[in-house]
T-cell receptor, first 110, second 117 residues
Framework: QKEVEQNSGPLSVPEGAIASLNCTYS??????FFWYRQYSGKSPELIMF????GDKEDGRFTAQLNKASQYVSLLIRDSQPSDSATYLC??????????FGTGTRLLVSP | KAGVTQTPRYLIKTRGQQVTLSCSPI?????VSWYQQTPGQGLQFLFE???????NKGNFPGRFSGRQFSNSRSEMNVSTLELGDSALYLC????????????????FGPGTRLTVL
């Protein structure tokens, strides 16, 4: 059973702070990793993907991957109230099959 | 470029009925995946189609089926509905070139909210 684990939260951070979201996965053979953001009542929106060990930055978002530790994280710098959402970590397996974690709810307070 | 579209957006059915949901992928995308999202189980993979062929299937009963047409549009069908089938059904399309870093990126549609009474 391929699993993806996330802390359900909520993770509460003040506006302007760095939010750190974490995810672990069970299958060492996994190659591609995704972070989705989902607002309440909406569908998931892809915000970052990462394939190689290390960091990948896109604007205020940084994804970090450590395949040896089977660990993926997402950092959100200068957090804004509009970042308040559920963040889903997903791992891709064969043929576009994504296995999702249960998501971490992020609350950014003004 | 238009995004993924799904119809209908909302459905109410009763137990024992069947339902068909439709998904139109982003223009040029040939892979369509279906997911079920519930508060208790989260997002779970149903199946994936590419060029009218089912390439992968999740752990759902045979009441859940799908197909893909030559224009890449996809439908999923649920027969003999049960109360537990109430969920948000999401379709995702991907269209990156195999072997490239964008190959596995999936973009979700707005979903169909199914309520079974």
């Amino acid at each position: 059973q391929k699993e993806v684990e996330q802390n359900s939260g909520p993770l509460s951070v003040p506006e302007g702070a760095i939010a750190s979201l974490n995810c672990t996965y069970s299958d060492r053979g996994s190659q591609s990793f995704f972070w989705y953001r989902q607002y309440s009542g909406k569908s998931p929106e892809l915000i970052m993907f990462i394939y190689s060990n290390g960091d990948k930055e896109d604007g205020r978002f940084t994804a970090q991957l450590n395949k040896a530790s089977q660990y993926v994280s997402l950092l959100i710098r200068d957090s804004q109230p509009s970042d308040s959402a559920t963040y889903l970590c997903a791992v891709n397996y064969a043929f576009q099959k994504l296995v999702f974690g249960t998501g971490t709810r992020l609350l950014v307070s003004p | 470029k238009a995004g993924v579209t799904q119809t209908p957006r909302y459905l109410i059915k009763t137990r024992g009925q069947q339902v068909t949901l439709s998904c139109s992928p982003i223009s040029g995308h040939r892979s369509v995946s279906w997911y079920q999202q519930t508060p208790g189980q989260g997002l779970q993979f149903l199946f994936e189609y590419f060029s009218e062929t089912q390439r992968n299937k999740g752990n759902f009963p045979g009441r859940f089926s799908g197909r893909q047409f030559s224009n890449s549009r996809s439908e999923m069908n649920v027969s003999t509905l049960e109360l537990g089938d109430s969920a948000l059904y999401l379709c995702a399309s991907s269209g990156g070139t195999p072997g490239t870093s964008r190959y596995n990126e999936q973009f979700f549609g707005p979903g169909t909210r199914l309520t079974v009474l």
